[in-house]
């Protein structure tokens, strides 16, 4: 998920401008990476991610040891392989049209889950200065920051065209815009140094991450420590359901359709192996857009 990230960002935010990229990498406005070496070790799942990394591409990801004078261009060139290889450059039209449907097709999802966001959006008034929130899509979610002008929302997401919904909306729920940075690149590679943001969000994201455990590795060490991990995934049916046998038969559609999404990933499990020093998991059954389906959905807070 490497892809140049496009970051508008606050003095306050301490981050190095990137070196220059090489003409034949994909052409995107350049913004800035930590000039720390990122600790990525990739754990893959073989039954993740509508794409599949090759196995020669699996060196290039591991941490490597450059000199000081070009660490940030190995940075930047380790992000975009990434990026682009988990979302390789795509029509703007399609793009724009993926976005624009997200943006009107989720309103009634968003509001049957509002009240499960606002209890979890509770835990971070007080103790969250500076937020990521990993596939910030149009930003349905920016309504839980307003009223905290010290509140810093770093908004991550693969889809440049989503940014200009997500700072409407943030203009719209009164979200300064000094309070809003947007960052193009994936879960799986964020370029944030270590232990720098306060917590991390994420909603109907990891169904979605081409690796799950590699995501989950990303989000615990941009953390800090104590810091809070809040998520609500939508997951795979108990087994022998009728729900889970529409879900494996809809699956592949819906990973073509829903850029990836997987219906019967168990998002629940992976977060509960992942290693957080305490969790709260609760399950409860939402109604799914676009399907009009109630299905089963993991929400809760992790502790790093």
């Not at 879900?247 to 990836?260: E, F, R």
Request: hydrophobic share 40%; charged share 20%.
């Amino acid at each position: 998920m490497l892809k140049l990230v496009r970051l508008h960002y606050s003095p306050s935010f301490q981050l190095q401008p990137l070196a220059s990229l090489k003409a034949n990498q994909r052409s995107r406005s350049a913004a800035a990476i930590p000039s720390k070496q990122l600790s990525l070790a990739p754990s893959f799942c073989s039954c993740c991610g509508r794409r599949h990394f090759i196995e020669a591409a699996t060196a290039a990801f591991l941490p490597s040891s450059p000199s000081k004078s070009n660490a940030s261009t190995s940075h930047s060139d380790h992000y975009l392989d990434l990026l682009n290889r988990i979302h390789p450059p795509r029509p703007d039209w399609y793009e724009e049209f993926y976005a624009s449907v997200m943006d009107t097709s989720m309103k009634p999802y968003e509001a049957k889950i509002a009240g499960y966001k606002s209890q979890l959006f509770e835990k971070l008034k007080g103790k969250a200065k500076r937020v990521l929130e990993i596939g910030i899509g149009t930003g349905p979610n920016l309504e839980y920051y307003a009223g905290d002008n010290e509140v810093q929302v770093f908004g991550l997401d693969p889809n440049k065209k989503m940014e200009k919904y997500a700072r409407a909306a943030a203009t719209a729920v009164g979200l300064p815009s000094k309070n809003f940075h947007f960052i193009e690149a994936v879960a799986e590679a964020i370029p944030i140094d270590d232990s720098s943001v306060d917590a991390v969000v994420g909603t109907l994201v990891l169904c979605s991450v081409q690796d799950v455990n590699m995501a989950l590795t990303e989000v615990k060490r941009v953390l800090k420590p104590g810091g809070l991990f809040l998520f609500i995934e939508h997951v795979a049916a108990e087994d022998g359901t009728s729900l889970r046998l529409w879900q494996t038969l809809v699956d592949p559609l819906q990973q073509a359709v829903a850029d990836g999404c997987h219906l019967t990933r168990e998002t629940g499990k992976y977060i509960s192996s992942s290693g957080f020093s305490s969790l709260e998991l609760s399950m409860a059954s939402l109604y799914n857009a676009p399907f009009s389906l109630i299905t089963p959905h993991v929400y809760g807070v992790a502790c790093n």
